[in-house]
Nanobody, 124 residues
Framework: QVQLVESGGGLVQPGGSLRLSCTAS????????IGWFRQAAGKEREGVFC????????WYADSVLGRFTISRDSEKNTEYLQMNSLKPEDTAVYYC?????????????????WGQGTQVTVSS
């Protein structure tokens, strides 16, 4: 079965850290550009990380730049989103998705499929 599974969410205090995992099964993660998105209650889904389509460089949303970092473990077929200095406004359900790119100056978009999401809550 081809799927993405996110994990690692939870409740954390402001200023704390979490590492989210996006594990692929049924396909090799390295063959795909994986993006990360989040959706807060009552808001539209937004991209926080994806690949710039024109040059393959990484792109982070301004709201997370310098605090969030992507890494990948090919042996584990997993991509990680390390989130540091978390703020209450980072509270959302976080998703990873395949075939995720940023085209031009737009935000991230995907033509692939999504994981089920993992809840991140930043609160004291």
């Amino acid at each position: 079965q081809v799927q993405l599974v996110e994990s690692g969410g939870g409740l954390v205090q402001p200023g704390g850290s979490l590492r989210l995992s996006c594990t692929a099964s049924g396909f090799t993660l390295d063959y795909y550009a994986i993006g990360w998105f989040r959706q807060a209650a009552g808001k539209e889904r937004e991209g926080v990380f994806c690949i710039n389509y024109n040059d393959g460089s990484p792109w982070y949303a301004d709201s997370v730049l310098g605090r969030f970092t992507i890494s990948r473990d090919s042996e584990k077929n997993t991509e990680y989103l390390q989130m540091n200095s978390l703020k209450p406004e980072d509270t959302a359900v976080y998703y990873c998705a395949t075939k995720s790119y940023r085209y031009g100056s737009t935000g991230c978009s995907t033509t692939g499929f999504w994981g089920q999401g993992t809840q991140v809550t930043v609160s004291s």
